[in-house]
């Protein structure tokens, strides 16, 4: 009995299910070349989760390998355009059986070429696709290599050209002239790496070297003599468009396809020039064809990149893609990030920061831009008007590792910002009352511990009558009474004073420099503000039970804290008494909680 597996690389093979150690043999030689593979390795399950990555993605996405491993890009956090691109052409392979291929840019500008194969289960379905990734970033670079090459090209095929026409009319002298002519104009076709022909103007052939033979796709030479080139134009049209300009001038270059003899497509420039007779009638065509099909094909291949560049750039949310030289002069700006800070793309566009920002922030931020532009990546966060904005600077290579400009990537991160202090607040302080909570008491108590500065007072208060107002009044009344005594306990402490709400009715109040006598003067204060505020507010009858004790030399910050929360409770339990006297004396309870004396 037999099963089908995939192996590595991906083709389908049948092999007994006995020989499950030379498939694992086999695997581990697969691990072994994907791990020395200069191209990114992956394997995927039918959930798109990663089944295998080879060490080389942290280079090109810096993500460790072992973070893809059952994980899937959308949680790894990858663009969300990309993860749905990449998704699709999975899904593809595992719908149809049968390899893909795709391209795209990674986040830090590393271009891709992704192909993708199927594997299949021992039931002959689709179990995983595996993909090899290879860096094609160089290829960007190539429009301004192909543009001095093309320039080159024209310029020599002119001049040999020229050189051509002279040698075509040098066979009108003599016979033995026209023979040397004749032999060095053919050793000038043979040696040319252009094909060169001779046509009429109904597409016959009459002559041709041996390098337009090989562009048409044909044995020799003299195949040519049976051909009409009309035939090879892919679009017709094309080359009544061509004739027509050349019956108009005397010579016109144009592109366009051709079909080769094995059918295959190949694009062409044509350098034709029209020979007339005496009644200036086109008796036939001296032209030079030059291949260029891989030239239009990287052509091609920078316009799709830069077109997706562009997309990406301008639909980047909440930021801009900047690109700039080594004076840092933005030569690029895209995206709509940055126009709420009227720095888009209008003003920002072919200047410099200096020109645009005060020298204060530019001076800031140009040391960011610098470093891209030294090979390194740096991130700094901006604060323009009311808004803030992270910068990430990348360096931006050529083919040869060369930094020739570099990359800002720009993002208002203002709400985050917001969202981050919002955080930060709520994180030490109590929510119903303001002041901070038991946390951050704790922490800056240690702090003080730690700092070892001497004395510090610390207080604690206890509300009186909380339970009785929420009991008779509602929650609500002792949420009140609650943010009433915060206002109490602000209204009576320094402004170094830590002051926090570290239980339901229970507070306490860290007095940093505070001496025995000086914590005294703060709760003889606080007892006036409270008298005060039941004055002006007697209806919610705010009053405390108070202890207070000092760290000192001789005695801790913790024994401190104890010593005063035990002479909270000797004061609440002394007004209690002195409370219920008073009500035995006056022949009735009081109708206030709290309402003993101070």
Same mark, same amino acid.
Request: with cysteine.
């Given at each position: 009995m037999t099963s089908r597996r995939a192996l590595p690389d991906g083709p389908v093979v049948t092999r007994p299910r006995k020989a499950s150690r030379v498939l694992r043999e086999s695997e581990e030689k697969f691990r072994a070349l994907a791990e020395l593979s200069h191209d990114t390795i992956m394997r995927f399950d039918r959930e798109h989760r990663h089944l295998y990555v080879n060490a080389i993605v942290e280079a090109q996405t810096g993500i460790p390998a072992d973070r893809f491993i059952g994980r899937t890009h959308r949680e790894l956090g990858f663009p969300e355009p990309l993860v749905a691109q990449w998704e699709a052409a999975i899904d593809q392979v595992l719908a149809t059986g049968r390899a893909h291929r795709i391209e795209f840019e990674l986040p830090a500008g590393i271009w891709i070429d992704w192909q993708l194969v199927p594997e299949f289960d021992g039931d002959g379905r689709v179990a995983a696709v595996m993909t090899a990734g290879r860096d094609i970033t160089a290829y960007k670079r190539l429009e301004e290599s192909l543009e001095a090459e093309r320039r080159e090209l024209a310029a020599r095929i002119?001049?040999?050209?020229?050189?051509?026409?002279?040698?075509?009319?040098?066979?009108?002298?003599?016979?033995?002239?026209?023979?040397?002519?004749?032999?060095?104009?053919?050793?000038?076709?043979?040696?040319?790496?252009?094909?060169?022909?001779?046509?009429?103007?109904?597409?016959?052939?009459?002559?041709?070297?041996?390098?337009?033979?090989?562009?048409?796709?044909?044995?020799?030479?003299?195949?040519?003599?049976?051909?009409?080139?009309?035939?090879?134009? @892919?679009?017709?049209?094309?080359?009544?468009?061509?004739?027509?300009r050349l019956r108009a001038t005397e010579v016109a270059s144009a592109e366009f396809q051709l079909r080769r003899a094995d059918r295959s497509l190949i694009w062409v420039r044509d350098y034709p020039r029209a020979i007339r007779d005496e009644h200036n009638a086109v008796q036939y065509f001296d032209g030079v064809l030059v291949d260029i099909t891989e030239q239009k094909q990287a052509e091609e291949a920078v316009r799709q990149s830069e077109e997706l560049y562009h997309t990406l750039a301008r639909n980047f949310p909440d930021g801009a893609v900047c690109v700039f030289d080594h004076e840092l002069r933005f030569s690029?700006?895209?995206?709509?990030?940055?126009?709420?800070?009227?720095?888009?793309?209008?003003?920002?566009?072919?200047?410099?920061?200096?020109?645009?920002?005060?020298?204060?922030?530019?001076?800031?931020?140009?040391?960011?831009?610098?470093?891209?532009?030294?090979?390194?990546?740096?991130?700094?966060?901006?604060?323009?008007?009311?808004? @803030?904005?992270?910068?990430?600077?990348?360096?931006?290579?050529?083919?040869?590792?060369?930094?020739?400009?570099?990359?800002?990537?720009?993002?208002?991160?203002?709400?985050?910002?917001?969202?981050?202090?919002?955080?930060?607040?709520?994180?030490?302080h109590d929510a119903l009352t303001g002041l901070f909570n038991r946390a951050f008491f704790e922490e800056h108590m240690a702090a003080l511990m730690r700092g070892g500065r001497l004395p510090v007072s610390v207080m604690i208060c206890d509300v009186d009558g909380l339970k009785d107002v929420n009991d008779r009044l509602g929650h609500a009344a002792g949420d009140d009474l609650l943010r009433h005594g915060a206002e109490i306990l602000r209204a009576s402490f320094r402004p170094g004073?830590?002051?926090?709400?570290?239980?339901?009715?229970?507070?306490? @109040?860290?007095?940093?420099?505070?001496g025995e006598e000086a914590g005294a003067a703060i709760l003889a204060r606080l007892r006036s503000n409270q008298r005060a505020h039941g004055r002006e507010h007697c209806d919610c009858g705010v009053r405390f039970s108070i202890g207070l004790a000092t760290a000192t030399a001789d005695l801790s910050l913790p024994e401190a804290l104890r010593l005063a929360d035990s002479r909270m409770y000797r004061d609440k339990f002394a007004r209690a008494r002195r409370k219920s006297r008073r009500t035995r004396q006056g022949g009735g309870a009081a109708t206030n909680p709290g309402a003993a004396s101070t």
């Amino acid at each position: 009995m037999t099963s089908r597996r995939a192996l590595p690389d991906g083709p389908v093979v049948t092999r007994p299910r006995k020989a499950s150690r030379v498939l694992r043999e086999s695997e581990e030689k697969f691990r072994a070349l994907a791990e020395l593979s200069h191209d990114t390795i992956m394997r995927f399950d039918r959930e798109h989760r990663h089944l295998y990555v080879n060490a080389i993605v942290e280079a090109q996405t810096g993500i460790p390998a072992d973070r893809f491993i059952g994980r899937t890009h959308r949680e790894l956090g990858f663009p969300e355009p990309l993860v749905a691109q990449w998704e699709a052409a999975i899904d593809q392979v595992l719908a149809t059986g049968r390899a893909h291929r795709i391209e795209f840019e990674l986040p830090a500008g590393i271009w891709i070429d992704w192909q993708l194969v199927p594997e299949f289960d021992g039931d002959g379905r689709v179990a995983a696709v595996m993909t090899a990734g290879r860096d094609i970033t160089a290829y960007k670079r190539l429009e301004e290599s192909l543009e001095a090459e093309r320039r080159e090209l024209a310029a020599r095929i002119a001049e040999r050209t020229a050189a051509l026409h002279e040698a075509t009319l040098g066979l009108q002298s003599e016979e033995a002239e026209r023979r040397t002519a004749e032999e060095r104009r053919r050793q000038l076709l043979d040696h040319l790496p252009v094909g060169v022909y001779r046509s009429t103007p109904e597409g016959q052939i009459l002559e041709a070297n041996q390098a337009l033979a090989r562009i048409l796709g044909f044995a020799d030479a003299s195949s040519l003599g049976q051909v009409n080139i009309a035939r090879l134009y @892919v679009a017709r049209r094309e080359r009544d468009q061509h004739l027509e300009r050349l019956r108009a001038t005397e010579v016109a270059s144009a592109e366009f396809q051709l079909r080769r003899a094995d059918r295959s497509l190949i694009w062409v420039r044509d350098y034709p020039r029209a020979i007339r007779d005496e009644h200036n009638a086109v008796q036939y065509f001296d032209g030079v064809l030059v291949d260029i099909t891989e030239q239009k094909q990287a052509e091609e291949a920078v316009r799709q990149s830069e077109e997706l560049y562009h997309t990406l750039a301008r639909n980047f949310p909440d930021g801009a893609v900047c690109v700039f030289d080594h004076e840092l002069r933005f030569s690029l700006v895209e995206g709509t990030g940055l126009d709420a800070s009227g720095l888009g793309k209008g003003t920002l566009e072919g200047r410099t920061l200096r020109e645009v920002l005060p020298p204060e922030r530019a001076t800031r931020i140009e040391p960011t831009l610098r470093a891209a532009l030294s090979g390194g990546s740096t991130r700094l966060e901006v604060p323009i008007e009311d808004r @803030v904005y992270s910068l990430r600077a990348l360096p931006l290579r050529d083919a040869a590792g060369t930094v020739w400009a570099g990359m800002a990537v720009v993002q208002d991160i203002t709400a985050q910002k917001q969202i981050e202090e919002r955080l930060r607040y709520q994180s030490v302080h109590d929510a119903l009352t303001g002041l901070f909570n038991r946390a951050f008491f704790e922490e800056h108590m240690a702090a003080l511990m730690r700092g070892g500065r001497l004395p510090v007072s610390v207080m604690i208060c206890d509300v009186d009558g909380l339970k009785d107002v929420n009991d008779r009044l509602g929650h609500a009344a002792g949420d009140d009474l609650l943010r009433h005594g915060a206002e109490i306990l602000r209204a009576s402490f320094r402004p170094g004073d830590v002051a926090a709400r570290i239980g339901g009715d229970e507070f306490a @109040v860290l007095l940093p420099g505070a001496g025995e006598e000086a914590g005294a003067a703060i709760l003889a204060r606080l007892r006036s503000n409270q008298r005060a505020h039941g004055r002006e507010h007697c209806d919610c009858g705010v009053r405390f039970s108070i202890g207070l004790a000092t760290a000192t030399a001789d005695l801790s910050l913790p024994e401190a804290l104890r010593l005063a929360d035990s002479r909270m409770y000797r004061d609440k339990f002394a007004r209690a008494r002195r409370k219920s006297r008073r009500t035995r004396q006056g022949g009735g309870a009081a109708t206030n909680p709290g309402a003993a004396s101070t």
